[in-house]
């Protein structure tokens, strides 16, 4: 989806189950409509707004008043929603939403359906894929309602994310890491070049290579064997120090070469090579993606007492 111009905004936010089982899922995605079950409600009472006649007859239905006022709320919301709210889904693993439009339509089968103003979405404003496993919790629990339609405590949180907005917690520890980041890559300069092979080493051990042996070594030059247990990938690492076009170059050419190894690894923490122009069959780790594996791999403390 293209980026809007406009912030998104909403008066109110609803999850929506679309369907039984998510019986009308697929139908509402395609068709940019929202469905809506509650047959037994009485559509021309809803479509005039007299809402204590709906509670009344959906009481007759139910025989119990909290059970009907819980009817007349999901009701009420379905019908009375304009184009300022937003109704949220989840499916297939995504978050989708939409902003309701135009009258409710009684079906043939007594079920209801509503049109889209512009269809389901699953990215944000931005473009940024809304997938259930990049969402909070805090959201994500609502799918535990066992009606149709609820209201979205994290209301606030849903337009941050449709907005690509951070909290601002979430933008001081992105800050914070990015300056972690930065101090890693100065701290791995300070290392002795057996120093930087050793943490090198303990980079992919903890990825879950083993190494098998080291066929070279020479000052600032390192060339490691490596295997994968558990799919017995065979692995090539040269690491260097310092690094040049040149000697990258070098390297794949003898690499070009090599059948024995499944991966080629090029690992470097000095030089001047964009660390996102690897030659064919060798994958670069220069001192930015190095730097991330450190600390994915909690081995910033590690470095840091090295160069104490």
């Known amino acids: 989806m293209a980026a809007k111009s406009h912030p998104i905004t909403a008066s109110k936010i609803y999850y ?7 019986d009308w899922e697929a139908e509402s995605l395609r068709d940019s409509v929202i469905r809506f079950g509650y047959r ?30 819980r009817d007349v709320n999901q009701i009420r919301a379905f019908y009375e929603a304009d184009d300022r709210s937003i109704f949220i889904t989840f499916v297939g693993g995504l978050l989708y939403w939409c902003r309701p439009g135009g009258e409710v339509e009684l079906l043939e089968d007594r079920s209801h359906r509503r049109t889209t103003l512009d269809g389901w979405h699953s ?23 066992r009606g149709t339609i609820c209201d979205v405590r ?18 001081a520890a992105e800050e914070a890491e990015r300056v972690l980041l930065a101090a890693i890559v100065g701290l791995m300069r300070l290392l002795t070049w057996q120093d930087f092979e050793l943490l090198v080493d303990l980079v992919f051990s903890t990825s ?14 390192v060339d490691l064997e490596l295997i994968l247990p558990s799919t017995a990938e065979r692995a090539f690492v040269q690491v260097k120090s310092q ?13 070009s070469q090599a059948d024995a190894y499944d991966r080629m690894f090029f690992v470097w923490h000095t030089g001047d090579i964009p660390e996102d122009d690897a030659p064919a069959g060798v994958v670069l780790l220069g001192p930015q993606k190095l730097s991330r594996m450190i600390l994915d791999a909690g081995l910033s403390s590690w470095l840091r007492e090295k160069v104490s």
């Open 40 to 69: 037994e409600a009485p559509h021309e009472l809803c479509s005039k707004g007299e809402w204590q006649g709906v509670w009344e007859a959906m009481k007759a239905i139910r025989g119990d008043a909290g059970a009907a006022t």
């Open 208 to 221: 879950g290579w083993r190494r098998l042996s080291q066929v070279g070594r020479t000052q600032k030059t």
């Open 16 to 22: 929506i189950k679309l369907g039984r089982g998510g």
């Open 243 to 255: 690094a040049s076009p040149s000697g990258l170059r070098d390297y794949a050419a003898r690499l």
């Open 154 to 171: 994290a209301s606030d949180y849903v337009l941050r994310r449709l907005n690509d907005e951070l909290a601002p917690e979430v933008a």
């Open 123 to 145: 990215t944000s404003a931005g473009g940024t894929v809304l997938s259930a496993d990049r969402l909070s919790g805090r959201l994500l629990k609502v799918q535990m309602f």
